[in-house]
């Protein structure tokens, strides 16, 4: 990896792809600690593209949506079928539509309980950031609100609750799925695969056990890739390339994904588009929120390829990758995806108005909240920054607790600063891990304007107040 400093104006520059994550940011990126998972069930076949997915080549795509319960069986071996919560009775769907398409999701709540859906890393406007109790009102129980905005950036987009003090369950339910915004060339793939995983909170019998909400997230006993027990079981031709989108829908899961047999490159973190690397010893942090867009190339001779394992206790399988059929034609040589010309070029650090974010709590103390800055999270709190459009900004996240802290800006794409604020690394991202006891310095330009959380993104913490905003003018 080779990089070159731009005297005076502390900007990094990617002069030639990277072959590997860096240690740094792999130290920004370690997970929290883990629970074994229940027995494995044997590999189930991808599911069909769902039937609410389409894929629109211009004009406006148009869904309906209904979020209402349904009961299912999600461990194959269950005695009960759980009571989640589905869009229009499905788990994990995924909408689709080209870049330059605009969309109008229309969700009609079925459920018991107010919601609201943040489109997470989409850039758009602030009205449609889908933050109930912040930039739109709940929507109540038989209500309904149209989310209507042409996406900004092509990308790889998670669909979650996102309602102050009111997140955590509708989430734990299930109710989340992916938007992929396709570019306008993408690249020449056998397959293009969205992969959102999840972990459920399951009884023995198999039925959903809620209870109490935990005060340091709910870690789940059963993890599924798209709604279905794991591993699934992916098939492409012999010399073919697949993309496979990654999505953390879970709670509070943190992992690290780990590519067993395969040579995966990194394409897009947090949807963005980033130097094409290859995960340094064959694994990625994944914390909830994530997302991450991979390409894998399969041998050219028929049968098992490879996996991709998920690193809790001694190694969960998600996926079997198989190649099967008929060899795929020439392929052409792996590249990065082409630069967000939306995106800055550079950042001027010296002209960055600098913050200091405290990241404090204890879910053991009750006298200790979870806080920002000595504040829990309150509509009625004033901004942690009140800044003009186009300024560029720094955050220092010092991270005061004994967790993994994952924090999510909305509305905007960071840099992961270097320690001496001498450069960044070569992605951009929207999730950042801060590690127990250290900072980790994100730097954006502040170009959208309203009023954008800081947020957890592990649901309980987030509905128990671990969040702040800005306020972009």
């Given at each position: 990896?080779?990089?070159s400093?731009?005297?005076g104006?502390q900007?990094?520059?990617?002069?030639?792809?990277?072959?590997?994550i860096?240690?740094?940011?792999?130290?920004?990126?370690?997970?929290?600690?883990?629970?074994g998972?229940?027995?494995?069930?044997?590999?189930?076949g991808?599911?069909?593209?769902?039937?609410?997915?389409r894929v629109l080549?211009?004009?406006?795509?148009?869904w309906?949506?209904?979020?209402k319960?349904?009961?299912?069986?999600?461990?194959?071996?269950?005695?009960?079928?759980?009571?989640?919560w589905t869009?229009?009775?499905e788990?994990?769907p995924?909408?689709?539509?080209?870049?330059?398409?605009?969309?109008?999701?229309?969700?009609?709540?079925?459920?018991?309980l107010?919601l609201?859906?943040h489109?997470?890393?989409?850039r758009?406007p602030?009205?449609?950031?889908?933050?109930?109790g912040?930039?739109?009102?709940?929507?109540a129980p038989?209500?309904?609100?149209d989310y209507a905005?042409?996406?900004?950036?092509?990308g790889?987009?998670l669909?979650r609750?996102?309602?102050?003090?009111?997140?955590?369950e509708?989430?734990?339910?299930?109710l989340?799925?992916?938007?992929?915004?396709?570019?306008?060339?993408?690249?020449q793939?056998?397959?293009?695969i969205?992969?959102?995983?999840d972990?459920?909170?399951?009884a023995?019998?198999?039925?959903?056990a809620?209870g109490?909400?935990?005060p340091?997230?709910r870690?789940g006993?059963f993890?599924?890739v798209?709604?279905k027990?794991?591993?699934?079981?992916?098939?492409?031709p012999p010399?073919?390339?697949?993309?496979?989108?990654?999505?953390n829908?879970?709670?509070a899961?943190g992992?690290?994904l780990?590519?067993?047999?395969?040579?995966a490159?990194?394409i897009?973190?947090?949807?963005?588009p980033s130097?094409?690397?290859?995960?340094?010893e064959?694994?990625l942090?994944?914390?909830?929120?994530?997302r991450?867009?991979?390409l894998v190339?399969?041998?050219?001779?028929?049968?098992?390829?490879?996996?991709?394992?998920?690193?809790i206790?001694?190694?969960f399988?998600?996926?079997?990758?198989?190649?099967?059929?008929d060899?795929?034609?020439?392929?052409p040589p792996?590249a990065p995806?082409?630069?967000?010309?939306?995106?800055?070029?550079q950042?001027?650090?010296?002209?960055?108005?600098?913050k200091?974010?405290?990241?404090?709590?204890?879910?053991?103390?009750p006298?200790?909240?979870?806080?920002?800055n000595?504040?829990?999270?309150?509509?009625?709190n004033?901004?942690?920054v009140?800044?003009?459009?186009g300024?560029?900004?720094v955050l220092?996240?010092?991270?005061e607790?004994?967790?993994?802290?994952?924090?999510h800006?909305?509305?905007?794409?960071?840099?992961?600063?270097h320690?001496l604020d001498?450069?960044?690394?070569?992605?951009?991202?929207?999730?950042?891990q801060v590690p127990?006891?250290?900072?980790?310095?994100?730097?954006f330009?502040a170009?959208?304007?309203?009023?954008w959380?800081?947020?957890?993104t592990?649901?309980?913490r987030?509905d128990?107040?671990l969040?702040?905003?800005?306020?972009v003018?």
């Amino acid at each position: 990896m080779a990089f070159s400093v731009q005297e005076g104006s502390q900007i990094v520059s990617a002069r030639e792809p990277s072959p590997m994550i860096t240690r740094r940011a792999a130290a920004a990126g370690l997970a929290t600690s883990l629970i074994g998972l229940t027995g494995r069930t044997g590999a189930q076949g991808l599911s069909p593209t769902s039937s609410v997915s389409r894929v629109l080549q211009a004009g406006e795509a148009r869904w309906s949506l209904a979020a209402k319960p349904r009961s299912m069986r999600l461990r194959p071996d269950a005695a009960r079928e759980a009571d989640v919560w589905t869009f229009n009775g499905e788990l994990a769907p995924v909408f689709r539509l080209k870049h330059g398409a605009g969309m109008r999701l229309s969700l009609k709540n079925e459920t018991a309980l107010p919601l609201s859906l943040h489109f997470h890393g989409i850039r758009g406007p602030n009205e449609m950031a889908g933050v109930g109790g912040l930039t739109q009102p709940p929507i109540a129980p038989g209500e309904s609100f149209d989310y209507a905005f042409t996406p900004p950036d092509p990308g790889t987009f998670l669909i979650r609750p996102c309602l102050l003090g009111g997140s955590a369950e509708p989430a734990e339910r299930g109710l989340t799925s992916l938007l992929i915004v396709e570019e306008a060339q993408p690249p020449q793939v056998d397959r293009d695969i969205a992969l959102i995983v999840d972990d459920w909170a399951l009884a023995e019998d198999g039925s959903l056990a809620l209870g109490d909400p935990a005060p340091a997230g709910r870690l789940g006993s059963f993890l599924t890739v798209n709604g279905k027990a794991t591993p699934l079981r992916i098939e492409a031709p012999p010399r073919g390339r697949i993309r496979l989108r990654f999505a953390n829908a879970c709670n509070a899961r943190g992992m690290r994904l780990r590519f067993d047999g395969l040579k995966a490159f990194v394409i897009a973190v947090d949807g963005q588009p980033s130097s094409t690397f290859e995960p340094l010893e064959a694994s990625l942090p994944f914390a909830p929120g994530n997302r991450y867009d991979l390409l894998v190339d399969l041998p050219a001779e028929v049968g098992p390829a490879g996996s991709v394992i998920a690193l809790i206790g001694s190694g969960f399988p998600l996926m079997e990758i198989v190649a099967t059929g008929d060899r795929s034609g020439p392929l052409p040589p792996m590249a990065p995806l082409r630069p967000n010309p939306k995106l800055p070029a550079q950042i001027r650090l010296q002209d960055a108005m600098r913050k200091d974010v405290a990241i404090r709590g204890d879910p053991t103390r009750p006298d200790v909240p979870w806080a920002i800055n000595g504040a829990t999270g309150q509509p009625s709190n004033p901004p942690l920054v009140r800044i003009k459009r186009g300024t560029p900004v720094v955050l220092a996240l010092r991270n005061e607790t004994a967790f993994m802290q994952p924090m999510h800006l909305h509305g905007h794409s960071s840099r992961l600063l270097h320690g001496l604020d001498d450069g960044w690394e070569p992605y951009w991202l929207d999730t950042v891990q801060v590690p127990e006891n250290k900072t980790v310095r994100i730097a954006f330009v502040a170009d959208n304007p309203g009023k954008w959380l800081l947020a957890s993104t592990v649901m309980e913490r987030f509905d128990a107040g671990l969040w702040t905003w800005i306020e972009v003018t």
